[in-house]
């Protein structure tokens, strides 16, 4: 494959994951909550300011006649967050949801590697113009399932560092965390991933076929 399709095949995956304004979309009322809460230690205003900058950015996003999938997704994100930090009355619990869903992605990224069906190209192939012909190329799935095993350790580590904090309650040391292994972690990662999958060739359907 040639660089420039390197590079249209990576603003592709870019755009799929929302760009730098779908990362700032999920992160920043997070950001927000945990600095309230540190000046008002109140839950439910702390919540309800980071609930109100989620609409508000999604707001923003309507304005400008943007997509608004990952800015949705990111209210109904955080309207969870806040519900379960309101449910318990515990602050940490506002991180409970992406803890799950850490260990929750970690197993079915783990589990469909396993089976030979990584999930990284059921996601990926359709963006790239590849559909499900890589099964049929081996280096192309093996790939995918290396950087698939890429993604369970950014969810592992997320787990092992945080639910420690979690669990001793340490709120800020945990928001910190989020913080640092969020976007930096997600960005590290999908870097990696793309240094592994660009050294295979996207697969033309049609080829595979033949």
């Excluded at 113009?129 to 099964?135: I, K, P, T």
Aim: glycine content about 10%; aromatic content about 12%; proline content about 4%.
């Amino acid at each position: 494959m040639s660089y420039e399709g390197h590079e249209e095949d990576r603003d592709k995956v870019y755009k799929a994951l929302g760009g730098t304004r779908g990362l700032l979309d999920s992160g920043l009322p997070s950001i927000l909550f945990l600095i309230a809460f540190n000046i008002t230690h109140n839950l439910n205003e702390s919540g309800i300011l980071a609930i109100a900058l989620s609409v508000l950015l999604a707001a923003l996003r309507l304005f400008k006649r943007e997509t608004l999938q990952h800015a949705v997704s990111g209210v109904i994100g955080v309207a969870i967050c806040a519900l379960f930090a309101r449910h318990s009355g515990k602050a940490a619990d506002f991180y409970l949801p992406g803890l799950i869903i850490n260990l929750v992605y970690g197993f079915i990224y783990s589990i469909l590697n396993l089976v030979g069906w990584p999930l990284l190209g059921l996601i990926l192939g359709p963006i790239l113009g590849e559909n499900f012909a890589w099964r049929g190329v081996p280096a192309r799935k093996s790939a995918y399932k290396k950087g698939g095993w890429v993604w369970v350790a950014l969810f592992l580590s997320r787990l092992l560092v945080q639910y420690p904090l979690y669990k001793t309650n340490h709120l800020n040391w945990l928001g910190t965390a989020r913080l640092v292994m969020g976007y930096p972690g997600l960005i590290l990662t999908g870097w990696v991933t793309w240094l592994i999958l660009r050294k295979v060739p996207t697969v033309k359907p049609e080829l595979a076929a033949e």
